[in-house]
């Protein structure tokens, strides 16, 4: 599968913006979808992950109750609403496929995309 992440850009402290992922290929609906962040200077860290139906969510502490992830496997797409940003969610953030349906943060994801920026201004 292919995947494009797209909605980055520069918003103010406290605004919002809305990523999404789009899938390409026949399996989509088969696939637990994460979203990564890679800050400046430093490593890639998990965001959020959604199981194949949308059923079952997760997130990193840092974003809980700000982000939201979600899912439409009529379109092949993800989505990460992002809420009340904050300076420090400034980061290239990418999305990621796993073969397995179910989420399984301690597994690498078999298949990313480019990411897209999000600078978040004080």
């Known amino acids: 599968v292919q995947l494009q992440a797209s909605g980055g850009g520069l918003v103010q402290a406290g605004g919002s913006l809305r990523l999404s992922c789009a899938a390409f290929?026949?399996?989509?609906?088969?696939?637990?979808m994460y979203w990564f962040r890679q800050p400046p200077g430093k490593e890639r860290e998990f965001v959020a992950a959604i199981n194949y139906n949308g059923g079952i969510t997760n997130y990193a502490d840092s974003v809980k109750g700000r982000f939201t992830i979600s899912r439409d496997n009529t379109a092949n797409t993800m989505y990460l609403q992002m809420d009340s940003l904050k300076p420090e969610d400034t980061a290239m953030y990418s999305c990621?496929?796993?073969?397995?349906?179910?989420?399984?943060?301690?597994?690498?994801?078999?298949?990313w995309g480019k990411g897209t920026l999000v600078t978040v201004s004080s």
């Open positions: 290929g026949r399996t989509f609906n088969t696939y637990a």
């Open positions: 990621a496929a796993s073969v397995a349906t179910q989420i399984r943060r301690a597994q690498t994801p078999n298949y």
